[in-house]
């Protein structure tokens, strides 16, 4: 399988173009042509930038069958933490894979603490979450052990989802464990990969499978019913009030707050009418720790945040202004962003705070959630509705930034304003320069530069801020990839 773009595809055309229509996509190559680069590099970097959502492959499977160790030779790094018990929580539960020249984002569900009164319904409930939000999912069962009665009931939910499954017969270090794989044919999900995610046997093998599983572009789960309601994740961490947000919101009891953690599914899309419109609010209400499950309860919180993250098109991120901003709120706002959706910060309570707690509070905002300072705010009580008018109008805001697009002739005119005046510092006796650039997509905005030389991430930065002071992108992150022209021969091809 692969994915260029075959001849009469006007859709994957398009696609190749990122956001350029085809006239300023022919204007912008001879741009590049004339200042040296390569016209493949120049193509595939518009098209890297330019994509739409990739394709999720979640990774499930019982404790300590190798997930994260499985995920770590996906991703060709070590992220997920590996270590030999269950309940090793993470920061981050998706990661961005590339395979023979495809790309795409995996989901490790590992890591869940495990009640060992609950242990079916917990694996299969975190599962489930996971395979909803996927396009398809390994299953990775331990071949040296078995198939248990835990992994019958993920197998029923793999059935149930109807999504393609690949089934990874992990622990296979070598010729004489291929047998125990082979009994995993019962399963009933077709053939097992022999697979030893530690020492990386058969795992190109299992990924060719991966991608033969994966859709070329997910299907876009917002955007396809033109004027259709738009989608709202509503996030925070647990006790920070999204139950009682959305129920004010909606007027009526619409989530029930459960006390058990990872035992039972709330509804997760609400229609509610709010400001003259119609919006799906994806909930991630009704998580709460158990003492023994602290670990995992955390861990499926962030795994559901994920979740409702991907289905949505802005994320409103809730936080409890009577306490101290968290790691974990920080945790939840870096995921939204990672994510690329428009974003809108709501602090919950509000109605609760003296003075001398809002004074600390606009300090604790400052530096705890300064990668986020472009992000509407908005001062809301779930209990008693004190400026929920305010709501709609802060998510219409970052709507419209996420969706802004520069053309490119304004966009290079700004870019050649802003090198002239502000040049990239000096480093090493040279002065790198940006040359020539475009933004490749939206929803996010996604921008890609081309430059004479490697960029310092200090003036990434820098451009991204004069970005947003020009074009506003007010409530959606920006994205800005670069490339750097390479001289072939000494001289410019």
């Known amino acids: 399988m692969n994915d260029q773009n075959q001849p009469g595809d006007s859709a994957e055309h398009e696609y190749d173009h990122g956001a350029l229509g085809d006239a300023e996509y022919a204007q912008f190559m001879e741009l590049a042509a004339e200042e040296g680069f390569d016209v493949e590099d120049v193509e595939g970097a518009i098209e890297e930038a330019g994509h739409g959502p990739l394709p999720v492959l979640a990774v499930v499977g019982r404790p300590n069958v190798g997930k994260s160790t499985l995920v770590n030779r996906i991703i060709g790094r070590r992220e997920a933490v590996v270590e030999d018990k269950p309940g090793v929580t993470r920061d981050r539960v998706t990661y961005e894979a590339e395979w023979a020249g495809r790309r795409f984002k995996v989901v490790d569900t590992g890591g869940w603490e495990q009640d060992v009164l609950g242990i079916d319904a917990s694996v299969a409930a975190q599962a489930e979450y996971a395979i909803d939000a996927a396009d398809a999912v390994v299953f990775v069962v331990d071949a040296k052990v078995g198939a248990t009665d835990t992994d019958e ?4 939910l793999l059935r149930k989802a109807g999504k393609p499954v690949v089934l990874c017969a992990n622990k296979v270090d070598g010729p004489s ?6 009994y995993l044919w019962n399963l009933g999900l077709g053939e097992p990969h022999p697979v030893s995610a530690l020492h990386g046997r058969g795992t190109g093998d299992m990924l060719d499978a991966v991608l033969e599983a994966l859709p070329e572009a997910p299907e876009q789960s917002f955007g396809t019913a033109l004027g259709g309601p738009r989608r709202v994740a509503l996030i925070g961490r ?5 139950s009682s947000l959305l129920n004010k919101v909606a007027g009526e009891e619409r989530v029930v707050v459960n006390e058990l953690a990872g035992t039972t599914r709330d509804p997760v899309d609400e229609l509610i009418e709010l400001g003259g419109k119609t919006w799906k609010f994806v909930d ?6 158990r003492v023994h499950l602290q670990q ?5 919180a962030s795994l559901r945040t994920a979740a409702a993250v991907e289905k949505a098109e802005v994320a409103v991120i809730l936080i409890d202004a009577a306490e101290n901003i968290s790691v974990q709120d920080q945790r939840i706002v870096t995921m939204a962003v990672e994510a690329g959706r428009a974003i809108v910060v709501a602090l919950n309570k509000w109605d609760t ?3 001398e707690r809002r004074y600390y509070l606009e300090r604790e905002i400052e530096t705890e959630l300064g990668q986020v300072a472009w992000a509407p705010r908005v001062n809301v009580s779930a209990r008693t509705g004190r400026h929920m008018e305010k709501l709609v109008p802060a998510i219409e805001t970052a709507l419209a930034g996420w969706e802004t697009r520069v053309p490119t002739g304004r966009l290079n005119a700004f870019l050649g304003e802003l090198v002239s005046a502000h040049p990239h510092p000096v480093r090493g006796g040279k002065q790198p320069r940006i040359l020539f650039g475009t933004q490749a997509g939206t929803k996010p905005p996604r921008f890609v530069l081309f430059a004479s030389g490697f960029i310092e ?9 004069r970005l947003r002071e020009e074009f506003g992108f007010e409530g959606t992150p920006i994205h800005i990839s670069v490339r750097v022209r390479e001289k072939r021969g000494g001289k410019k091809k």
Do not use: C, H, M, Q
Not at 153 to 156: I, S, T
Not at 296 to 300: E, F, N, R, V
């Open 153 to 156: 009931a993920v197998v029923r």
């Open 177 to 182: 464990g291929e047998a125990d794989a082979s």
């Open 238 to 242: 647990p006790n920070v009030g999204k």
């Open 284 to 289: 991630t209400a009704g998580i709460r720790k």
């Open 296 to 300: 995992g309860a955390d861990y499926y």
């Open 353 to 355: 705070l003296d003075e």
């Open 457 to 465: 991430a200090g003036y990434r930065r820098f451009i991204e801020r």
